[in-house]
């Protein structure tokens, strides 16, 4: 059986990776999400197990040292983790696997796992981004002003991707991403 491929979703915070992400997972029924790991406090609405396993600083740490994370970063100043075992079961399994994570922890993907496929997710503007994060509303005003920050730098590295996303329209965003899904099937 051949194995699954590995896809890697990036782009700055408040470009709407999880409302695209959503969108592929509800049209692209045989692709599975990696569920990652935080020491964030979950945001109203967010669910442990489904969006993020939300775990203590300890837990964190306990699970680096086991060597739990198949990548692991610091983004703005909580831990996030993709939990090495899913990634792995899913791939020998035969099935694709889409992992939502920054670009500190794509670039410890793209060393370990060099067929990996990389797309950036990116917005129409950096004012429209700004626009984004602050209508979002769930975030302090230090975090968005940290988060705002970190986008801007996120956005520097999105020619290292192998594909690069316009998050204009969700429809056509989506579409796009299926596409290079399809594409990379095919290419198999
Ligand atoms: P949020 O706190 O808004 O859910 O996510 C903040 C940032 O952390 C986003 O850029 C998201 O892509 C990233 N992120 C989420 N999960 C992981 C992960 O497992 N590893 C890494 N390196 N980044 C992650």
Redesign the pocket.
């Known amino acids: 059986m051949d194995e699954g491929k590995l896809f890697v979703l990036?782009?700055?915070?408040g470009v709407g990776?999880?409302t695209v992400l959503r969108e592929l997972l509800r049209q692209k029924t045989d692709l599975v999400y990696?569920i990652?790991?935080?020491t964030?406090p979950p945001r109203p609405k967010e669910v442990n197990g489904e969006d993020?396993f939300f775990l203590k600083p300890e837990e964190f740490q306990e699970g680096i040292k086991q060597g739990r994370?198949l990548?692991?970063?610091r983004?703005?100043n909580?831990l996030?983790?993709?939990p090495r075992d899913f990634v792995e079961q899913t791939i020998n399994s035969g099935r694709h696997i889409i992992?939502?994570?920054?670009v500190?922890?794509?670039r410890?993907i793209k060393e370990k796992c060099p067929h990996g496929i990389f797309i950036f997710l990116a917005p129409p503007s950096i004012e429209e981004l700004a626009r984004r994060l602050e209508k979002r509303g769930t975030d302090s005003p230090g975090e968005k002003e940290l988060r705002l920050k970190n986008a801007l730098q996120?956005m520097e590295e999105k020619d290292d991707y192998d594909y690069v996303v316009l998050n204009d329209r969700l429809q056509q965003a989506v579409g796009q991403i299926i596409e290079i899904i399809r594409q990379e099937e095919r290419s198999s």
Not at 10 to 13: R, V
Not at 99 to 102: H, M, N, Q, S, T
């Open positions: 990036s782009g700055p915070s990776k999880g990696s990652s790991a935080t964030r993020y994370w990548e692991w970063a983004v703005h909580h996030y983790g993709t992992l939502e994570i920054d500190q922890g794509a410890q996120e």
